[in-house]
């Protein structure tokens, strides 16, 4: 009989992964207290008239895990899967990975419970207006500054920034990243995630003498960091190989040509039937031999039944939390070298800090800069985890967590505890 595997629970990986690196730390049980648990949790219903005049109740969440390095900074996801522990485990880990950047931010996450395929742009536009009247206590760009993630995009921020200044009665900016370049977004935010995955590849590849001209690559998800990451390592010379997204598998053993496959997803809204690929299954993609492979989609893609055929030297986690603690193990054991994903996708928050930076301060940066900025962030924050993984020989994960919790316990007994 077939069994179907029960997916670990996010917000017990987040858990667990605070907990080891708690450990190696030494951290004492009064700042593991302050500092591992969210501060606030939201629950809200929103309600929306559908298309067909039937009201729909959703379900939505906002949770601020940390404020005490700076105000809240997380994505806001429309998927059907979003619960309030995948949430609590996003947020949870946002917050480790802006310390590990080192920029002044706390970590927060939201998320509706709904599938955003199946409604009408109109449905989406009051969903997410209704929502954010509902989360409109939390937020604000000095209190909690949501951005996109999953299924949400510079439109959704709009709505979001818009129906936020309309409370107000004054247009408010700052209180989203990743909007619009004409409603103060960022050059260079779009493919920032993607973008600062590639600049940690660049620093792996030196730390292990592997050259990326040549190398072969993997990509499981398709969509934004997924394919700015795969355009970038192909424009670098490497050769990927086999990408994937919800509809299906491609490979080519002598390299997809990546802009005519983005072309190709652009205009048919799936990799799948790509010109000059073959179909292969999830499976396939993941236990393929390859030197890079880049998990780009959602959680607990490479688990404890799975982890062992993977056949990669580098795992690049463009995605959150696609590695579970379980899985972490056995690819230790097999001596594959693993860019922790508060690590390597936190390009994305670090190019919507320099965006937040840019509308508070009413000056706006040309896309070079902003590049030259992220690489420098991305290049000394690896080399931060890199030195802990050496000096300490513990894995990357855990070394990125302790880089990421000890500062924020910093912080904490800086601050110390009110009243």
């Given at each position: 009989?077939?069994?179907?595997?029960?997916?670990?629970?996010?917000?017990?990986?987040?858990?667990?992964?605070?907990?080891?690196?708690?450990?190696?730390?030494?951290?004492?049980?009064?700042?593991?207290?302050?500092?591992?648990?969210?501060?606030?949790?939201?629950?809200?219903?929103?309600?929306?008239?559908?298309?067909?005049?039937?009201?729909?109740?959703?379900?939505?969440?906002?949770?601020?895990?940390?404020?005490?390095?700076?105000?809240?900074?997380?994505?806001?996801?429309?998927?059907?899967?979003?619960?309030?522990?995948?949430?609590?485990?996003?947020?949870?880990?946002?917050?480790?990975?802006?310390?590990?950047?080192?920029?002044?931010?706390?970590?927060?996450?939201?998320?509706?419970?709904?599938?955003?395929?199946?409604?009408?742009?109109?449905?989406?536009?009051?969903?997410?207006?209704?929502?954010?009247?509902?989360?409109?206590?939390?937020?604000?760009?000095?209190?909690d500054i949501p951005a996109p993630d999953v299924y949400t995009n510079p439109q959704t921020m709009a709505w979001i920034m818009d129906t936020?200044?309309?409370?107000?009665?004054?247009?408010?900016?700052?209180?989203?990243?990743?909007?619009?370049?004409?409603?103060?977004?960022?050059?260079?935010?779009?493919?920032?995630?993607?973008?600062?995955?590639?600049?940690?590849?660049?620093?792996?590849?030196?730390?292990?003498?592997?050259?990326?001209?040549?190398?072969?690559?993997?990509?499981?998800?398709?969509g934004n960091a997924g394919s700015i990451a795969a355009e970038l390592l192909h424009k670098a010379g490497a050769k990927v190989i086999a990408?994937?997204?919800?509809?299906?598998?491609?490979?080519?053993?002598?390299?997809?040509?990546?802009?005519?496959?983005?072309?190709?997803?652009?205009?048919?809204?799936?990799?799948?039937?790509?010109?000059?690929?073959?179909?292969?299954?999830?499976?396939?993609?993941?236990?393929?031999?390859?030197?890079?492979?880049?998990?780009?989609?959602?959680?607990?893609?490479?688990?404890?039944?799975?982890?062992?055929?993977?056949?990669?030297?580098?795992?690049?986690?463009?995605?959150?939390?696609?590695?579970?603690?379980?899985?972490?193990?056995?690819?230790?054991?097999?001596?594959?070298?693993?860019?922790?994903?508060?690590?390597?996708?936190?390009?994305?928050?670090?190019?919507?800090?320099?965006?937040?930076?840019?509308?508070?301060?009413?000056?706006?940066?040309?896309?070079?800069?902003?590049?030259?900025?992220?690489?420098?962030?991305?290049?000394?924050?690896?080399?931060?985890v890199l030195k802990i993984h050496l000096d300490h020989k513990v894995p990357m994960r855990v070394a990125a967590n302790m880089l990421g919790?000890?500062?924020?316990?910093?912080?904490?007994?800086?601050?110390?505890?009110?009243?």
């Amino acid at each position: 009989m077939l069994t179907t595997r029960v997916a670990d629970n996010a917000y017990d990986v987040a858990l667990e992964n605070f907990d080891t690196a708690a450990n190696a730390l030494g951290l004492d049980n009064d700042t593991r207290e302050m500092i591992k648990y969210p501060e606030r949790i939201l629950m809200v219903t929103v309600p929306v008239r559908m298309d067909d005049g039937h009201i729909h109740r959703f379900e939505g969440f906002r949770v601020q895990h940390s404020t005490v390095r700076g105000p809240a900074k997380g994505g806001i996801r429309f998927h059907p899967q979003v619960t309030l522990d995948e949430v609590k485990a996003l947020a949870t880990w946002m917050t480790w990975k802006c310390a590990v950047v080192n920029i002044p931010f706390g970590g927060a996450k939201g998320g509706i419970t709904c599938d955003p395929k199946s409604m009408s742009p109109t449905e989406l536009e009051h969903m997410t207006r209704r929502y954010t009247a509902a989360i409109l206590p939390l937020i604000g760009p000095e209190q909690d500054i949501p951005a996109p993630d999953v299924y949400t995009n510079p439109q959704t921020m709009a709505w979001i920034m818009d129906t936020y200044s309309m409370t107000k009665g004054y247009s408010i900016p700052g209180v989203v990243t990743g909007k619009p370049l004409s409603l103060g977004g960022s050059l260079g935010r779009n493919e920032a995630t993607g973008r600062g995955a590639f600049y940690t590849l660049e620093h792996a590849c030196e730390h292990l003498k592997l050259p990326m001209k040549g190398a072969t690559v993997v990509v499981q998800g398709f969509g934004n960091a997924g394919s700015i990451a795969a355009e970038l390592l192909h424009k670098a010379g490497a050769k990927v190989i086999a990408v994937s997204d919800s509809t299906g598998c491609v490979f080519n053993k002598n390299g997809l040509k990546i802009p005519e496959l983005i072309r190709h997803k652009v205009s048919s809204g799936r990799v799948a039937e790509f010109a000059g690929s073959e179909a292969i299954s999830a499976a396939e993609l993941l236990a393929m031999a390859c030197d890079i492979l880049v998990p780009a989609a959602l959680e607990n893609a490479i688990h404890s039944d799975n982890a062992a055929a993977v056949r990669a030297k580098i795992i690049a986690e463009a995605a959150n939390g696609p590695i579970t603690p379980a899985a972490d193990r056995i690819l230790e054991a097999n001596g594959i070298f693993v860019i922790p994903d508060i690590l390597c996708n936190a390009g994305g928050v670090t190019v919507s800090y320099f965006e937040w930076v840019q509308d508070e301060q009413h000056l706006f940066w040309e896309a070079q800069d902003i590049y030259n900025r992220l690489e420098r962030v991305m290049k000394n924050s690896f080399a931060d985890v890199l030195k802990i993984h050496l000096d300490h020989k513990v894995p990357m994960r855990v070394a990125a967590n302790m880089l990421g919790i000890g500062r924020v316990a910093e912080a904490m007994k800086l601050r110390g505890v009110y009243p």
